[in-house]
């Protein structure tokens, strides 16, 4: 058994590393491939927000995927090519077709007919989206066209720890957002892009919170990585791990060192029958300000409660018995040794749970022999594997390597329920 344990820990850490190491590369692919199969028009392919390639779960459609948006330079370069290669072209969907007959149906077919009347209702919105996205240089094709990570991201600036600014750019490996980005800095028309993101991505008042939101407040990366997770969050929740049940319903959510807050703030406004529990040592101004836009936007968080101190919290809940077994455990970017005692804690309880490791020490998850002699990329990916090996997460996926460094995210429903699916 030890060296079965062994083989699988060492599968793994090799698993973790090319997938993410080398993701970037993928997830270009991916999302070209893509775009327009997954992201697509509000509650037509609702479930999926992102990052394509990060989910386990796919749902495929047509085949001639086409990117949308504009890049820092207001050129459709990309869209231009995929049209040329294309006999036939429908704007409203950004796909093409080489064929007449399966043109003309998808013209008559549901989705397309859908997607034309969701564009008018997203265009009458964004018109009265108020002044921190609308611009009236932004036409009604910036706003209505299918949503691409790939060309909003084309032209941002890049994160530097030198004064030499770069750009991302598409099919370039490496690089991420600048994390001091904010909305007042992009184009008028990736602020449109962003806007019908946010407003059809299913969290009521979102895109009307981020406008409300004073704008030292609103940074492009921290809402990106906040709307992924919480994709990530959704997902989990809906999963059953016993074939032919329902999903155990979460009836409290603890998102510990919770930061600015806003991914149990998505959880708060999407599932208001559930409680969210934010934990952090104090609360950040970010955090006030944002609970005050969800309020100004008209979507109250009655649900969500912040708590003052550490994990100590939830031990000192668990030993009095203040526990149920239907709760959700978040820790997202927890620092050192928050991300595995966290775990720990949701697998005492039988609790669900979702981390996104960080600032990871090795000795907290390897031998004290063992001495890493690797980049800090490799290190990261190892170490999540040696998480992954002690608590079998049943999914291991990413969030897009431009978004944040730091981006695999693992997931469990439980250890009770895995037990049950066993047997």
Avoid at 325 to 349: F, M
């Amino acid at each position: 058994m030890v060296q079965v344990n062994q083989y699988r820990y060492l599968l793994i850490i090799i698993a973790l590393f090319f997938s993410y190491v080398n993701s970037f590369p993928q997830q270009q692919s991916n999302n070209n491939n893509n775009n327009n199969n997954n992201i697509s028009f509000g509650a037509v392919l609702r479930n999926n927000l992102i990052s394509n390639n990060a989910h386990t779960e796919s749902i495929t459609g047509s085949n001639n995927g086409g990117p949308s948006s504009r890049n820092i330079n207001d050129n459709n370069t990309n869209i231009n090519n995929m049209k040329d290669t294309m006999h036939h072209w429908c704007d409203p969907c950004s796909c093409g077709f080489n064929k007449l007959k399966s043109y003309n149906q998808h013209i008559s077919g549901k989705r397309h007919n859908e997607v034309i009347a969701e564009s008018e209702i997203l265009w009458a919105n964004y018109i009265q989206s108020g002044p921190a996205f609308y611009d009236p240089s932004v036409t009604q094709e910036d706003v209505t066209r299918a949503w691409s990570l790939d060309l909003f991201m084309e032209g941002l600036q890049a994160r530097s720890r030198s004064s030499i600014k770069h750009v991302l750019v598409a099919g370039v490996s490496g690089g991420q957002l600048d994390p001091s980005l904010r909305l007042g800095d992009l184009t008028p028309p990736k602020r449109a892009a962003l806007w019908r993101f946010l407003h059809t991505s299913g969290v009521p008042g979102l895109a009307s919170m981020v406008a409300a939101l004073p704008p030292r407040y609103v940074r492009v990366k921290e809402i990106l990585e906040s709307v992924e997770t919480y994709s990530h969050v959704e997902r989990l929740m809906k999963r059953s791990t016993v074939k032919g049940q329902k999903a155990t319903k979460v009836s409290h959510i603890y998102d510990v060192g919770c930061g600015h807050g806003l991914v149990g703030m998505l959880c708060a406004a999407t599932f208001p029958h559930i409680t969210v529990h934010a934990i952090d040592l104090v609360p950040r101004d970010s955090f006030q300000a944002q609970r005050q836009a969800f309020e100004a936007a008209g979507t109250i968080l009655d649900n969500l409660t912040f708590e003052a101190g550490d994990l100590s919290i939830l031990h000192d809940r668990d030993e009095g018995g203040g526990h149920d077994d239907h709760s959700l455990l978040l820790c997202v970017h927890g620092c050192k040794s928050l991300t595995h005692e966290s775990i720990e804690l949701a697998e005492r309880n039988n609790w669900a749970w979702l981390s996104l490791p960080c600032c990871l020490q090795s000795e907290n998850h390897l031998d004290e022999s063992t001495s890493l002699k690797v980049s800090d990329d490799t290190r990261f990916a190892m170490l999540c594997g040696a998480i992954a090996a002690k608590y079998q997460p049943e999914t291991i996926t990413t969030i897009d390597s431009r978004i944040t460094a730091r981006g695999i995210v693992l997931t469990s429903s439980g250890r009770k329920y895995k037990m049950m699916a066993s047997l």
